[in-house]
């Protein structure tokens, strides 16, 4: 019953984050929207993994690229890479546990899977501001 409840929570974020990132070629902000989306989509993959990784950004298991130095990516690599990533999201799902000792992490799988989705949540919120900003020219919706 949890499980299908933080799968469904995923799914309209990774929805949500799909629509951003679609979205973002009609703004004026489309490299930073771009580069937070993929910032939230690589957190996922990298909190969903059986250890943590070495380092953050990088080559990532898509052959995606992030970091400081790496090219923007075109709408269709980014949303192919969430598509990617929304796949192992429901492989990893299917079987969480709440475990406390479970693997190399210092958070329970569970723990781990809670995380991400706040963090997505998070970093869609601030994309919606940024998209929402550059079509409010009158500064109604912003301080």
């Known amino acids: 019953m949890i499980n299908s409840e933080i799968v469904g929570q995923f799914a309209r974020a990774f929805e949500a984050l799909r ?3 679609i979205s973002a070629e009609k703004s004026s902000e489309r490299r930073e929207v771009k580069r937070i989306a993929l910032h939230s989509i690589e957190a996922v993959e990298n909190y969903m993994a059986d250890s943590p990784p070495s380092s953050y950004g990088g080559n990532l298991r898509h052959g995606i690229r992030s970091g400081a130095d790496a090219p ?12 990617q990533t929304w796949a192992d999201v429901q492989t990893y799902l299917s079987d969480l546990r709440y475990e406390e000792d479970s693997d190399a992490w210092e958070r ?13 949540q998070h970093h869609l919120g601030q994309i919606s501001r940024m998209v929402d900003h550059s079509h409010d020219p009158y500064g109604l919706c912003h301080p």
């Open 19 to 21: 629509e951003v990132c």
């Open 72 to 83: 923007e990516l075109a709408t269709e690599e980014l949303v192919a890479y969430l598509d």
């Open 108 to 120: 329970p799988p569970l723990g781990r899977a809670l995380y991400v989705l706040r963090h997505t």
